[in-house]
């Protein structure tokens, strides 16, 4: 037992060192100067050095070790701390431990890899909002053990925030919005961790979800943090299947029949090469010509893809049929006008 309580300690006294110092330097980051840093580098170390000093203490006490003045100071921290003050360091250890295991807990379940499957982001988003959820959870519980551990009534506590909470839930409504929001959008499915979505201007990756906030990063690295209660209507660019709509021009002066007879033979080639055949959810169609334009005449192709895949083979496929119609001779034509003056002007003879 004794044994036991000297581990015990020593855990505690590591955590109570590293979180404490991680605090303190927080707190000197969060200075408007870098000239706090080294004092709050400083506390850091005096942090240590007392978590170190009392952690002698006890152990010198607890294992009777004559060692003077630490024995003493052991004694009267024993005595301080007492069954409770034990305790409360217990549970703010445990507290803090599990709140550090969770994430580490969570790396270790078997992470989904290759194509963007509706099951792969349904187990990443869960992920995420399961940590979450664990974290908020084992915080609240710590929390009422180490208040209950100071002799508090816990009851009354629970009493007095469930009406604390009615007064506040009208000042947040947004708060409440985004939970039940974000609740709907897990539980339908809507879009989650990995997705490619469109939310009102901004769009990009969905790099993380809880049930508050959606987080999004966007082609250039931005992130975007969006409550969940702001999602009106969201387009999804990966939901089971994508589909790329690629537009070529050519000059007006070539046949279309044989233009249209290369893109769809490109276009097999492009299906049938291995390397790109398991992109492909469907045979890529050539619609036809789709717009006369102001320089040339304007070819549509769709390709039905697996999601995320229409933005590569819609730049493979530019890239392969640039090359075909140069070697058939077919010109891709350029912005360029026509000017018109009218009849040129015509002088009698005599005047």
Do not use: C
Request: glycine residues 10%; positive net charge; without cysteine.
């Amino acid at each position: 037992m004794v044994v036991l309580k000297g581990l015990l300690a020593l855990l505690l006294a590591w955590l109570m060192g590293r979180y404490g110092a991680r605090a303190l330097g927080l707190l000197g980051r969060l200075t408007p100067t870098d000239k706090d840093d080294r004092f709050f580098q400083l506390l850091g170390y005096a942090w240590w050095g007392a978590v170190l000093l009392g952690t002698l203490s006890y152990l010198a006490h607890l294992f009777a070790l004559p060692f003077e003045p630490l024995a003493s100071w052991g004694k009267a921290l024993a005595g301080w701390l007492g069954a409770r003050g034990f305790a409360l360091l217990a549970v703010l250890g445990l507290t803090l431990l599990g709140y550090r295991l969770i994430p580490l807990f969570l790396a270790r379940l078997p992470e989904p890899e290759g194509e963007l499957t509706r099951e792969a982001v349904r187990r990443r988003t869960l992920r995420s909002v399961s940590e979450s959820a664990l974290k908020a959870t084992l915080l609240v519980f710590g929390g009422l053990l180490f208040l209950s551990n100071l002799g508090l009534n816990i009851s009354a506590l629970l009493a007095g925030a469930g009406v604390a909470g009615l007064a506040l839930s009208f000042a947040a409504q947004n708060l409440i919005r985004d939970f039940l929001n974000g609740f709907f959008i897990l539980l339908e499915d809507q879009y989650g961790v990995g997705d490619i979505v469109q939310i009102g201007s901004v769009g990009g990756q969905v790099e993380r979800f809880t049930l508050r906030l959606t987080v999004l990063r966007d082609l250039e690295g931005r992130v975007h943090f969006l409550p969940n209660s702001e999602v009106r209507q969201v387009t999804v660019l990966t939901q089971e299947w994508s589909r790329a709509v690629v537009d070529v021009s050519v000059a007006y002066k070539e046949d279309l029949d044989r233009v249209l007879e290369v893109f769809r033979d490109e276009v097999a080639r492009f299906h049938q090469d291995p390397a790109w055949r398991e992109t492909f959810t469907a045979a890529p169609e050539v619609l036809g010509v789709q717009a006369l334009g102001d320089s040339g005449v304007v070819i549509r192709v769709l390709f039905s893809t697996k999601p995320a895949q229409q933005w590569p083979v819609a730049r493979e496929f530019r890239k392969r049929i640039k090359t075909r119609l140069d070697q058939e001779g077919i010109e891709i034509p350029y912005p360029h006008q026509k000017l018109y003056f009218g009849e040129p002007l015509r002088l009698e003879k005599g005047v």
